[in-house]
């Protein structure tokens, strides 16, 4: 059996989730992700959010690159950043606070445990 060894676009059928409702702080926003890699503790692929505001706690890295999009990620007791087209981030683990979609917002991730 061969294995693949470039995959460039998400196959099948996304997934559609919403935050918990103990993280949902306003709003109704849903997520769709279409997942590229899912093996070994990396996780890759596209995810897409509607605007509203939730809490966010990471246990993992995760690189970001927003494709379109407008979103604010606040740290708990710390600075806010606005995140549009083409910012590209790392979110550490250990962070917590809100990610809020300000308008409908597309990222690439790629995500280590």
Do not use: Q
Not at 95 to 112: D, H, L, M, Q
């Amino acid at each position: 059996m061969t294995e693949t060894f470039l995959r460039i676009t998400a196959t099948g059928t996304p997934e559609v989730d919403r935050p918990a409702a103990d993280r949902l702080v306003s709003g109704a926003p849903e997520f769709t992700t279409w997942n590229i890699e899912d093996r070994d503790g990396l996780y890759c692929g596209t995810w897409r959010a509607t605007p509203g505001k939730w809490t966010i706690r990471y246990d993992e890295w995760e690189y970001c690159r927003i494709l379109e999009g407008h979103s604010i990620i606040a740290e708990d007791g710390g600075e806010a950043f606005e995140v549009r087209a083409g910012d590209s981030f790392v979110i550490r683990p250990g962070f917590s606070g809100t990610w809020e979609v300000v308008e409908t917002t597309t990222k690439e991730y790629v995500i280590r445990l």
